[in-house]
């Protein structure tokens, strides 16, 4: 089954500590992105990822890393996190200009 | 910035209605795509239509492209109460050589039965 898995689905957290959500996809797709969801302010991009050791900011990548070391997989890194960044963050990867396939959350408190 | 801003950005209707969401981008785009979200789960991919088109359709749904005025509209016909949900417009940019794919603010529908 075609899909892109992301964990923990739920996750709290103390300012400060070091996290990483993970993300996996099966279809062989070159791009993946990161995106945090807030109310009232849509899908905001954190990172892109156009292809293996290709990477770029979107438009909200402060405080956030990634790394894209093989094809199926796109880590996003809180190296050290506030309270500002709990959010509802979705992996997406697609191929092309075709549709994009998100996993299903992760729901990210920070405290 | 967002590229994609739709409006309204709530709407409830009855069971039966039609509705209408529309999005406005600001720059050229390849595709626009509009994308549905029942609450707080993944976003799933509803339609693409080309910047060289101008209307599609797909079952109850029917989108429409103005290149000119950089904006889409999403229309839901005979709407059903299993269509609540938040809808999103998606634009894919190539500007610079960078590749852009930027999601709006959403709508939030909301179909009464």
Known sequence: EAQVTQNPRYLITVTGKKLTVTCSQNMNHEYMSWYRQDPGLGLRQIYYSMNVEVTDKGDVPEGYKVSRKEKRNFPLILESPSPNQTSLYFCASKVGDGEAFFGQGTRLTVV | ?113
Not at chain 2, 90 to 101: C, E, P, V
């Open chain 2, 1 to 113: 910035s967002q590229q994609g801003e739709e409006d309204p950005q709530a709407l409830s209707i009855q069971e039966g209605e039609n509705a209408t969401m529309n999005c406005s981008y600001k720059t050229s785009i390849n595709n626009l795509q509009w994308y549905r979200q029942n609450s707080g789960r993944g976003l799933v991919h509803l339609i693409l239509i080309r910047s060289n088109e101008r209307e599609k359709h797909s079952g109850r749904l029917r989108v429409t492209l103005d290149t000119s005025k950089k904006s889409s509209s999403l229309l839901i016909t005979a709407s059903r109460a299993a269509d609540t949900a938040s809808y999103f417009c998606a634009t894919a940019t190539t500007t610079s050589g960078t590749y852009k794919y930027i999601f709006g603010t959403g709508t939030r529908l909301k179909v009464l039965a």
